[in-house]
């Protein structure tokens, strides 16, 4: 359970990064790599609903 008490700290700083990086591209205006973050930030999303869905089943077995 530690793991994914880690993993799930790890997807939220990431998600953190992601908006940020975005963010400062944007600015720039260098869109390939704000649309690269935005893509990494979908992955990141998805991943984190994942893990959380699963320790929620693992805590219904309990």
């Known amino acids: 359970m530690a793991f994914k008490l880690i ?4 997807y939220t ?5 992601c908006a ?8 720039a205006k260098n869109y ?3 649309a690269a973050a935005i893509a990494v930030g979908l992955v990141v ?3 984190k609903i994942r893990l959380l869905k699963d320790v929620k089943n693992s805590q219904k077995k309990v």
């Open 7 to 10: 993993l799930n700290v790890l």
């Open 13 to 17: 700083i990431g998600l953190v990064l």
């Open 32 to 34: 390939p790599v704000m």
């Open 20 to 27: 940020f990086v975005a963010y400062q591209y944007f600015m």
């Open 45 to 47: 999303i998805f991943l």
